[in-house]
């Protein structure tokens, strides 16, 4: 069974920067694809930031310039480093595995504000 387990939300002010980090239990991890998605209230969650296994990223127009994912495959860990961050940035984010239809973490609140 995967287990995703998120980390480092918090609250920011505007302009701040955090580190999320998502360990995952799973097999084979360096052989999927990672991402991150982020969800307010009332509205579809959005992925911000992929990489595939072979190391390609891709971000959101949103978020582009500003978030970065990496990933750790000997810690079976993804991270999302967030920069410049503004208050239209908050929201609950969440790890994924394997894409839209793959697994996903229980999530981490991010809140941006001052």
């Known amino acids: 069974q995967v287990q995703l387990v998120e980390s480092g939300g918090g609250l920011v002010q505007p302009g701040g920067s955090l580190r999320l980090s998502c360990a995952a239990s799973?097999?084979?991890?360096?052989?999927?694809?990672v991402g991150w998605g982020r969800q307010v209230p009332g509205q579809q969650r959005e992925l911000v930031a992929t990489?595939?296994?072979?190391?390609?990223?891709d971000y959101a127009d949103s978020v582009k310039g500003r978030f970065t994912i990496s990933r750790d495959n000997a810690k079976n860990t993804v991270y999302l480093q967030m920069n410049s961050l503004k208050p239209e940035d908050t929201a609950v984010y969440y790890c994924?595995?394997?894409?839209?239809?793959?697994?996903w973490g229980q999530g981490t609140q991010v809140t941006v504000s001052s």
């Open positions: 994924n595995l394997g894409g839209l239809r793959g697994h």
């Open positions: 799973v097999r084979f991890f360096s052989t999927y694809a």
């Open positions: 990489g595939t296994n072979g190391g390609s990223t």
